[in-house]
């Protein structure tokens, strides 16, 4: 590999197949920590890709309620290294949350919120088929650009029924929501009413920054959580796992699918 997108680093490797063994040039994910200051206050520090540190401070930030709108943030600038994101808000009465929730799944995901303080049902009048969710989960592949190149990073976007909106690559599935988020801040793309796809593994936080963003349907090809299941039930989230070529799993509110309810065999139980 002669040339590497930004966020992967040079690497040689041996690959070994069929009892033959070769060096190869290749390359490895890029990943880094970034501190995220808010007036002057330091906030989080993130594991993540060197890619799109600003959207991913903003999103965050959005996510986690800290702002509302792109017309709070005042500046947002990352240092010359790509380790420190500095945010000033237009307003001064801003005060650092107490404590950091880490959280789990890769690139360490961090959350002020609590599940117990959670939103009200979403109120949508989204639908859409089947057929758009598996369109949509090859623009996710096709956009995967760093993922092609050296593997070990979670792809996200954020797309209507015509086609794709944005996008993001990171080595946390978290940071890519994140990411989002913040893009469609900068861009002043609305995320309410759209759907969000992911490769990675829906878990709670990410169908809580789901709602957040508004977002009535959450896809990916792989699978969600019990609790992402429970969520999605209470707040109107449809979700939808394992999307391949020509099929997917409807696990929440097949109504926005056009699809029937139908009687679980079991309920999934708990706090």
């Not at 009465?93 to 979403?122: I, N």
């Not at 949508?124 to 995967?144: C, E, K, W």
């Not at 696990?251 to 139908?262: A, I, K, Q, S, W």
């Amino acid at each position: 590999m002669d040339e590497h997108p930004q966020g992967a680093l040079p690497f040689t490797y041996w690959t070994v197949e069929k009892g033959h063994a070769k060096p190869v040039n290749g390359g490895v994910i890029d990943e880094s920590l970034v501190s995220i200051y808010v007036n002057g206050d330091e906030i989080a520090t993130v594991m993540c890709s060197p890619l799109d540190q600003e959207a991913l401070a903003l999103g965050f930030l959005f996510n986690e309620g800290v702002i509302d709108s792109a017309d709070e943030v005042g500046w947002v600038q990352a240092n010359v290294a790509r380790t420190v994101v500095d945010v000033l808000l237009t307003r001064s009465d801003f005060a650092p949350p107490r404590r950091m929730v880490l959280t789990s799944g890769c690139g360490g995901g961090v959350t002020f919120q609590h599940l117990s303080e959670s939103f009200p049902a979403l109120e949508s009048d989204f639908v859409t088929t089947p057929d758009v969710i598996l369109a949509r989960m090859r623009d996710l592949n096709t956009s995967a650009e760093l993922y092609r190149a050296v593997r070990g990073v979670h792809t996200a976007i954020l797309a209507d029924e015509n086609g794709m909106l944005l996008s993001a690559e990171d080595v946390g599935r978290h940071n890519t929501i994140d990411k989002i988020a913040g893009k469609a801040l900068q861009a002043e793309v609305v995320t309410r009413d759209r759907m969000l796809l992911t490769s990675g593994r829906i878990s709670s936080e990410m169908l809580g920054k789901a709602r957040r963003m508004g977002v009535p349907l959450v896809a990916s090809r792989t699978a969600p959580t019990s609790i992402a299941v429970k969520l999605a039930e209470a707040w109107n989230i449809c979700v939808a796992g394992y999307v391949r070529r020509d099929s997917l799993r409807v696990y929440t509110h097949p109504g926005r699918l056009g699809l029937p309810e139908v009687e679980s065999l079991e309920t999934i139980s708990g706090d």
